[in-house]
């Protein structure tokens, strides 16, 4: 026979168990935080004259693009050929909240016109919105392309002011910008161009003097002039950032201060 004492402290004794687990459960879950996704991420090494390059992006405790950048040793300044030349770039895939899919700098040791502005060697740092394949594709020899190179966007995807410079393939239309110290005056050392190609925008250029970038700048900041609106969705930036790297001995070229546009 069953005591007074066993049949009423038995319920008790499990329902003070019960609410015992449940508050160590709401306990836990108000004292975890999302997991810190920050960090600096780095595609594949690419070869570049004596040395090497490779793209990265930098995301914050989100997980949310702040840089999106070019590193390249120290080397890759040095026993640059005397011909024209590019290197291409695959972007890490933790980049992909922003518009851009791979990125290229292309040599120009003798530079390109306009002639006594760009005529000087220095560096065209292309970040695309189009994929490798698709900008194979833009061969000015073909009549097809070469109206869609012809095609413009409208205005307002440009930053106020740019207008159209020169026509390449592989790349598409060039827009520069007259008010440049470049235009008025100053020796070239840095610039920012865009590209375009069947109606759309598709490349942001950071051009650079070689002379420039051997100075080794530390964190130079330049605002970008931003256009009213924007072809690809993303994470775009706002400014850009040259940087040398004293611990690693890096060149960076970076779009820098990314927001979602």
């Not at 935080?33 to 914050?60: I, W």
């Not at 560096?123 to 097809?144: G, K, M, N, S, W």
């Not at 969705?233 to 779009?255: C, F, H, I, M």
Request: some cysteine.
């Amino acid at each position: 026979m069953r005591s007074v004492h066993d049949s009423h402290s038995r319920p008790y004794i499990w329902t003070a168990i019960v609410t015992a687990a449940s508050v160590g459960a709401l306990m836990s879950c108000s004292d975890s935080t999302p997991p810190d996704k920050s960090g600096t991420f780095y595609g594949p090494v690419t070869t570049m004259a004596a040395g090497t390059g490779r793209s990265y992006v930098t995301l914050d405790g989100a997980g949310i693009p702040t840089v999106l950048g070019v590193a390249l040793t120290e080397t890759a300044l040095s026993g640059l050929p005397a011909a024209t030349a590019e290197y291409a770039f695959e972007i890490p895939s933790q980049a992909s909240a922003t518009p851009f899919k791979h990125a290229v700098i292309n040599w120009e040791p003798t530079g390109h016109a306009p002639a006594g502005v760009y005529t000087v060697p220095h560096f065209d740092v292309h970040f695309y919105t189009i994929t490798q394949a698709q900008r194979d594709a833009i061969l000015i020899e073909d009549p097809q392309v070469a109206a869609k190179i012809a095609s413009r966007p409208a205005a307002d995807y440009f930053p106020a002011g740019y207008v159209l410079g020169g026509v390449a393939s592989r790349m598409g239309q060039h827009w520069r910008d007259p008010t440049g110290p470049e235009f008025n005056g100053q020796p070239f050392t840095k610039t920012v161009i865009y590209g375009s190609y069947d109606g759309r925008v598709t490349f942001v250029e950071p051009m650079l003097a070689k002379s420039y970038l051997e100075t080794k700048p530390v964190n130079v900041v330049t605002a970008l002039k931003a256009p009213a609106k924007f072809d690809a969705q993303g994470y775009q930036p706002t400014s850009y950032t040259l940087n040398w790297d004293a611990p690693t001995k890096e060149y960076r070229v970076a779009l820098t201060e990314l927001v979602l546009r």
